[in-house]
């Protein structure tokens, strides 16, 4: 996969999508901690390490599962046609 920026306000959108399974303070840490952003790989990293409960996929599926629906919520967040 390409990587691509996220702004930190993408990233506090994408609490409710991509961090629903992830405890709102360590999802505000994050944000905290990339004001100026980062990268989609490091979004799909995060949500690997700490969510809870793990997404019941095969581990060899994981990334591809988690990029295919962050970039349709970046799309949204963005208003990009999907």
Known sequence: MQSY????NE???????MGFRINSRIW???V????????????IEFVKKHMNPPYEIALDKLDAYLEDILDLFVKFVRHDDV
Do not use: P, R
């Open 11 to 17: 990233i506090k959108e994408l609490k409710q999508t």
């Open 28 to 30: 505000a840490q994050f």
């Open 32 to 43: 905290d901690s990339h004001v100026s952003g980062c990268t989609n790989l490091d979004v």
């Open 5 to 8: 920026a996220i702004s930190q």
